[in-house]
Nanobody, 124 residues
C-alpha cells in the first residue's frame, strides 16, 4: 500500500515562497512517476508539475500557470518529493496534492495514488 503525506503549506504574503514536501511510504519513489496537482474551491483539480527518472536521467513537466515560478524535485534517499513555490500570487491559494503513478505510465496520463493535500493561503 502506497501512502503519500504532504506538508509545508501555510499562510504567506503575495510574492513570498514556500517549499512543499511529500513523504512517500509503501513503495520506492524511483519506481513511480510523481507529481503535484492543486485544487481551489469550486474549481477542477489542476496539474502543476511532474517528475520521473529514466535511463538517461531526470524528466520534468510543468503546467503553464506555474512555469518559471515553481520547481519540482525529489530526494530518493529520503523517499521524498518537493515543490518549491516562488513568487506566489493570490490565485495560487489552493490545496496542493501529491500524486504517484506506477511506471511506465505517468501522472500526466492518470493517477494511481493521492495524498491528503496541504493548504497554501496567500494574502495580498
Amino acid at each position: 500500500q502506497v501512502q503519500l503525506v504532504e506538508s509545508g503549506g501555510g499562510l504567506v504574503q503575495a510574492g513570498g515562497s514556500l517549499r512543499l514536501s511529500c513523504a512517500a511510504s509503501g513503495g520506492t519513489m524511483s519506481r513511480y512517476s510523481m507529481g503535484w496537482f492543486r485544487q481551489a474551491p469550486g474549481k477542477e483539480r489542476e496539474f502543476v508539475a511532474a517528475i520521473s527518472i529514466n535511463w538517461s536521467g531526470e524528466s520534468t513537466t510543468y503546467g503553464d500557470s506555474v512555469k518559471g515560478r515553481f520547481t519540482i524535485s525529489g530526494e530518493n534517499a529520503k523517499n521524498t518529493l518537493y515543490l518549491q513555490v516562488n513568487s506566489l500570487k493570490p490565485e495560487d491559494a489552493d490545496v496542493y496534492y501529491c500524486a504517484a503513478t506506477m511506471r511506465p505510465s505517468s501522472v500526466v496520463v492518470g493517477v494511481n495514488y493521492w495524498g491528503q493535500g496541504t493548504q497554501i493561503t496567500v494574502s495580498s
